[in-house]
């Protein structure tokens, strides 16, 4: 049954479609709410800036000069907590003489170096340059010297 505009049902009126939004205007709206969410975010929900560690504790350890000094005897060497001992880093490691490894393959011949964990050479055995030699995947012309 069809309502009129006073209330009152009348059956021989049909029913009223409900009027919607056109697809721009739906469009509009869903970019206004996300506006709103995006720039009212920050505000109800502020972060605090992380506070700085305690000075004497986690302080930054400097790095070590390669040149290693005599250490002093033990009795005159103040003792270090353990937290300061657990935080310095290792020294980095370094090779001395450069070293290639080849991995070989029927498809393809990588050549790696220690220095770095480059790829020095990828040469794939079935695809040809225009040499006629195997395709080599490293441009060696381009290579940086490194300053190992």
Known sequence: ??????????????????????????????????????????????????????????????????????????????????AAEAARAPAPVAAEQEQLHVVETDLYKVTFSNRGGVVTSWLLKDHRATTGEPLELVNTAAKVPRPF
Do not use: C, H, I, W
């Open 1 to 82: 049954m069809a309502e009129s505009k006073n209330g009152v049902t009348t059956p021989n009126q049909p029913p009223r479609p409900k009027k919607e939004l056109p697809m721009e205007l739906r469009l509009l709206l869903a970019f206004v709410l996300m506006g709103v969410v995006m720039f009212t975010t920050p505000y109800l929900f502020k972060s605090t800036p992380p506070s700085p560690p305690p000075a004497g504790e986690n302080a930054p350890v400097a790095q070590e000069p390669d040149v290693q000094e005599p250490a002093p005897p033990p009795e005159t060497r103040p003792a270090e907590p353990a």
